[in-house]
């Protein structure tokens, strides 16, 4: 297994898409310090936990599904678009293998995706305004970035489902912006449902963290679980049954 994970690594190192990772992780921290400064240059300093909250609410509800759907779709339309789909089919080992190590590789992604932005946060926070960091803060947000990771991972099998069955780009792009726009319709509704709602599941990640509201974690982890679970499975089992000749 670390074989094929290495392998899938290894295929992304010449790639221009390894600076989606850094155009994630920095972007949201540019835009809202961008803001924070001018705030400050107009009379107005911006506190620097509503600049961070800024930045982490501009990463994980709007830029990161977008940014790993298009990642998950990249790793698998690039696999028929090159031929090479073939040769994975017919490598001696388990075609789940495989699908495990492009998993994995997106672990690795998100998990680098928000080191990186969190490492970006605490160093413009420093620049920013260092006398408002404090270390209860700096591990607030840690916290946040931990929680994120294993969120927007279980959301990508569905990515991964319909790449697998589209062979594109569009279908993923597509299934990130159409529960973007349904996520900010459900939360002006504050309706209790929307915990049963995936995609909504880093804003109470967001609002247990740093607001600490009360959030039904239980119903929120169960709709991630099951979010995971179907289209994993849905996946393990059509590429089990794919025919070789599919990437022709």
């Not at 790639?15 to 990772?21: A, P, T, V």
């Not at 921290?29 to 009379?43: E, P, V």
């Not at 992604?109 to 006398?131: D, E, K, P, W």
């Not at 697998?164 to 002006?188: E, K, Q």
Request: charge should be neutral; proline fraction near 5%.
């Amino acid at each position: 297994m670390l074989n094929i994970l290495y392998i899938e690594l290894f295929k992304l190192k010449s790639s221009k898409m390894l600076w989606l990772i850094v155009l994630g992780a920095f972007f949201p921290g540019l835009i809202s310090w961008w803001g924070a400064f001018y705030t400050m240059s107009k009379g107005h300093p911006m506190p620097v936990a509503d600049v961070l909250s800024n930045i982490s609410y501009m990463m994980s509800l709007v830029l990161a599904p977008l940014l790993f759907y298009l990642f998950t779709a990249y790793i698998v339309a690039r696999e028929y678009q090159e031929k090479t789909i073939n040769h994975l089919f017919t490598y001696p080992a388990p075609r789940w293998m495989f699908y495990l190590g492009k998993l994995l590789t997106m672990l690795v992604v998100i998990t680098a995706t928000f080191a990186l932005s969190y490492v970006a946060m605490v160093v413009m926070a420093l620049v920013y305004n260092g006398q408002e960091v404090t270390v209860e803060l700096v591990l607030q947000y840690l916290l946040l970035q931990v929680w994120m990771i294993p969120v927007h991972f279980a959301l990508i099998p569905l990515a991964f489902a319909v790449s697998f069955v589209s062979r594109s780009y569009v279908a993923a792009i597509i299934l990130a912006i159409v529960p973007m726009l349904l996520t900010s319709t459900l939360l002006s509704s504050s309706s209790p449902y929307n915990v049963l709602f995936p995609w909504v599941a880093p804003y109470f990640v967001f609002k247990t963290v740093l607001d600490n509201e009360l959030v039904n974690l239980v119903a929120m982890s169960l709709t991630l679980l099951v979010t995971f679970l179907i289209p994993f499975l849905f996946t393990w089992f059509y590429l089990e049954k794919a025919d070789v000749h599919s990437g022709s």
